[in-house]
């Protein structure tokens, strides 16, 4: 039997990805992310940030707040 925990957090970690192939932006922040995903908290989206990072997501932390990016190849990931 499937846990329904991983169902859902995989789900997120998907509409986490959506929120960047929807922008024009290839830098978003933690709010941008938040805003783009109906029903979850801010604190929400960044904790599935974090447990993203290193893997599938880079980011930094700035005097404003986290950014976030997708790396790509060339770039590899920065995690400050």
Same mark, same amino acid.
């Given at each position: 039997m499937s846990d329904p925990r991983e169902h859902? =957090? =995989?789900?997120r970690q998907q509409e986490i990805l959506e929120a960047f *192939?929807?922008?024009? &932006?290839?830098?978003?922040? /933690?709010g941008e992310i938040s805003d783009r995903i109906e029903s979850v908290t801010q604190e929400t989206v960044l904790t599935y940030l974090r447990s993203m990072r290193g893997e599938r997501l880079s980011g930094k932390k700035t005097k *404003? +707040?986290?950014i976030w990016w997708v790396p /790509?190849? &060339? @770039? +590899? @990931?920065s995690n400050e």
């Open positions: 859902v =957090k =995989k789900a *192939q929807d922008s024009n &932006e290839p830098v978003l922040t /933690t *404003q +707040g986290w /790509t190849q &060339e @770039s +590899g @990931s």
